[in-house]
């Protein structure tokens, strides 16, 4: 119950909403090391936040799920 209250939390977040738009209108890497955070872009926090939060929630679904 707890982790489905933090994804809940931290989706509601405006740096976090502001990446997910991000990742769903202009993230275009043009190949798997084309955004592998080396070097740092403006991006690479957006890239890892909403990366980090789907990496949480798939956890989340698989744990219940076991």
């Not at 997910?20 to 084309?34: C, I, K, L, M, N």
Request: hydrophobic share 40%; proline share 3%.
């Amino acid at each position: 119950m707890m982790g489905i209250l933090k994804l809940y939390e931290l989706r509601s977040e405006q740096n976090h909403a502001q990446a997910r738009d991000w990742f769903a209108t202009g993230f275009y890497p043009e190949s798997a090391q084309g955004h592998s955070g080396r070097p740092v872009s403006e991006h690479s926090a957006d890239f890892r936040m909403v990366v980090r939060y789907w990496d949480m929630a798939c956890a989340f679904v698989l744990s219940e799920h076991q």
